[in-house]
């Protein structure tokens, strides 16, 4: 027989814990680690109150005991706690109002009502009003422990929670604001569908190659959706392997595998009524793929080496990926049922070849942010040359967004102030004329009329085709014409009609 507390019986059993289950979940937490918790009774019956205050108290936990209203109000009000045990029925006043101005104060508190004349009403009223539990008199002392042992798994896993979202914080902080730059047509569509997608909370699929800015898109979905003041919660699915992966993404019960010496919360309990972003989904192995489906159909979450679900969880997705999805699928790496669940709205981001108007932006976004970074501050700004500018864009980026960033840190690092930027000064832009003619140069005339697309993309391969001649002739037009098979004429018109100048032009090539 379980032993009893002075004022409570010993023989009694809550409607809230049958018996047939107290033992398995007493078992449970029986070899957790102990938690001090922070407690307070709160009981105008004195015998109930010193009898639950010593037994917690024998259990390493701090509590303090009130026995009036009006001074319980004021303590919840100024301190916190990481439980309460609140009688429903007080003299003075009603438990209902404690219980509303503890959480208003302490969201984070965990409120046990207690009362000798339970009733359906009162019991639904007080979960409403936000009660983590109800223990009706008498409860005998193995049931206060049980549901106290209950509230310190809770409060260790609200604890380890709140401190691996100030670690996601500090790792991914991006400040307040998350800003897309592009003037592409190509790139505004991306905006605008993102834009659009983020007032839902709709899955999206991101797709394209590295270094694209996938996760910046998801940033821009998180940070405009209705979920903003909540965690947007990264993880890439590629740079862990199995078993990680799935303890990291879902957590995982004491003694599960080696190594795991207490129950820990995983990623999408960190993520709840906030954003997860899948990076590399498709390499998610197929088991943990059907673990995951299960959260996005119905929230239920299930640790590593659970029996029971441990949590439900409020979770929007965000997933991505540098391959063909569809591709993924056929090949078998992905579920389909998982892809259609997570491809609701796509988004492709085109390369950076096929958006080089966005060149100069980012460009020049990059050269103030490094500048300011590794330079004093008042030191004069360098500025991008015409030529410098051009070669940048004709350049073929096979590392996209991320390539064109460290290229233009790489350079601030060797410039001056206020000197003007060439392209001799930013890394392997000599001899970039090979790729001038060869690179895709952002075919997007589907969207324009036939003429006017025919105009835009002559006047592009006119000027880099011009820029490479003459860098290649090192300057000397009639080299230029001859290298060209066109008379030298035709080049300097060609020059004049683009805003092309020879001496910028062999100057920015380091000749």
């Known amino acids: 027989m379980p032993r009893a507390l002075s004022g409570i019986r010993s023989d009694s059993v809550s409607p809230f814990v049958p018996a047939d ?75 209902l109002d404690l219980l509303r101005a503890g959480l208003k104060a302490n ?111 998801a940033q821009f979905i998180h940070h405009h959706s209705r979920r903003s003041r909540r965690m947007l919660v990264p993880l890439n699915c590629a740079a862990l392997p199995e078993t990680l992966l799935e303890s990291e993404m879902f957590g995982h019960c004491r003694g599960s595998f080696t190594g795991a010496d207490r129950d820990k919360p995983g990623l999408l309990e960190v993520a709840d009524g906030g954003t997860m972003f899948l990076d590399e989904v498709t390499e998610m192995s197929h088991a943990t793929q059907a673990k995951l489906l299960r959260v996005l159909q119905d929230g239920v979450l299930r640790r590593v080496g659970s029996t029971k679900t441990d949590a439900v969880v409020n979770v929007r997705f965000i997933a991505a990926t540098n391959r063909e999805p569809a591709q993924a699928v056929e090949d078998g790496d992905m579920r389909q049922d998982l892809f259609f669940r997570l491809k609701v709205v796509p988004i492709r981001i085109p390369p950076l070849r096929e958006r080089p108007d966005d060149i100069p932006v980012l460009a020049n976004h990059f050269l103030m942010h490094y500048w300011k970074r590794h330079r004093d501050v008042g030191a004069e700004l360098p500025r991008f040359s015409t030529g410098a500018m051009l070669a940048l864009q004709t350049r073929a980026w096979p590392g996209n967004v991320r390539e064109l960033q460290n290229a233009i840190e790489h350079a601030v690092v060797f410039l001056e102030p206020g000197m003007e930027i060439t392209a001799a000064d930013i890394p392997s832009i000599q001899g970039a004329e090979e790729a001038m003619v060869s690179a895709p140069m952002g075919f997007r005339g589907f969207d324009e009329p036939y003429h006017a697309a025919r105009e835009r993309l002559t006047a592009e391969f006119e000027k880099r085709y011009l820029t490479a001649m003459v860098n290649r002739a090192g300057g000397n037009m009639s080299e230029a014409a001859r290298l060209a098979g066109i008379d030298r004429t035709t080049i300097y018109r060609l020059m004049e009609k683009h805003g092309l100048d020879r001496e910028e032009i062999v100057l920015d090539s380091g000749m």
């Open 21 to 95: 289950t107290e033992f398995e979940e007493r078992a449970d937490f029986a070899d957790a680690p102990r938690t001090s918790l922070r407690l307070v009774v709160i009981d105008d019956e004195r015998t109930l109150r010193e009898s639950c205050a010593s037994i917690l108290e024998i259990d390493g936990h701090d509590v303090t005991k009130v026995s009036r209203g009006d001074q319980a109000l004021d303590l919840l009000r100024r301190r916190r706690f990481d439980v309460a045990l609140i009688d429903l029925n007080m003299s003075e006043t009603h438990g």
């Open 107 to 217: 969201p984070d508190m965990i409120p046990i009502m207690i009362t000798g004349r339970p009733s359906v009403d009162s019991n639904l009223e007080a979960l409403q009003a936000g009660a983590w539990d109800y223990l009706p008199k008498p409860f005998s002392a193995s049931q206060l422990q049980l549901l106290i042992g209950r509230a310190a798994h809770a409060v260790v896993s609200s604890r380890e929670i709140g401190e691996k979202q100030k670690q996601l914080e500090g790792a991914h902080d991006h400040g307040e604001q998350v800003t897309l730059l592009g003037v592409s047509s190509a790139f505004t569509r991306v905006i605008e569908t993102a834009r659009q997608v983020a007032r839902t909370d709709a899955s999206v699929f991101i797709t394209g190659e590295s270094g694209t800015g996938k996760e910046l898109i």
